[in-house]
């Protein structure tokens, strides 16, 4: 079942994420287990978990009020292949009724599967990078 995580799930969905910990993101972009704890404990942002006893797999996003905005869907390797990408992200789109319009990442993963999304409506945004700024610690 899908449900909304608490932060008695931090340490599955830490594990889960940093299976994906990979080279697509600069360092300074990455989570660490303390900023998934932080979004947990402060409800900011949208983390629902697919839960089959154990935890296979999580959505982690944004509701940016019409906006919503995808960060990251993750499913566990060994569950991979049965659907619960597609739920989290059903689930996820139909997070807010204020919601005009759902961005989600870009991935290679993403892009990928670039024929399901269509299927599902999506379309391709047509960006494929960000511009960052980190804040600086001596602010
Ligand atoms: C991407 C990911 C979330 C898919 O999870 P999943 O539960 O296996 O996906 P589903 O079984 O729900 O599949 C949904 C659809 O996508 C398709 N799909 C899944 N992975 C695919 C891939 N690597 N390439 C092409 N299509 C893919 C499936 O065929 C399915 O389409 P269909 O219903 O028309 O057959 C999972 O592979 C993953 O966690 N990858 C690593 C994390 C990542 O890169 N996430 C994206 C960036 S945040």
Redesign the pocket.
Same mark, same amino acid.
């Given at each position: 079942m899908i449900r909304k995580a608490s932060i008695g799930d931090l340490d599955s969905i830490w594990v889960i994420y940093a *299976?994906?910990f990979?080279s697509?993101d600069s360092d300074d972009i990455k989570y660490t287990l303390d900023d998934l704890r932080w979004y947990l404990e402060n409800d900011a942002a949208i983390m629902l978990v697919y839960d089959v006893g154990e935890i296979a %797999?999580f959505v982690f996003g944004y509701n940016l009020g019409i906006w919503g905005y995808m *960060?990251?869907?993750?499913?566990?390797?060994k569950?991979? %292949?049965? %659907?619960?990408?597609?739920?989290?992200?059903e689930r996820f789109v139909n997070h807010n009724d204020d919601w005009r319009i759902v961005e989600a990442?870009h991935?290679?993963? =993403?892009k990928? =599967?670039s024929?399901?999304f269509k299927?599902i409506g999506w379309r391709d945004g047509l960006v494929d990078t960000r511009w960052i700024y980190t804040i600086p610690n001596d602010k």
């Open positions: *299976e994906r990979d697509y %797999g *960060e990251h869907i993750v499913v566990s390797a569950y991979r %292949g049965n %659907g619960y990408a597609r739920e989290l992200i990442c991935y290679t993963e =993403m990928n =599967m024929s399901f299927s």
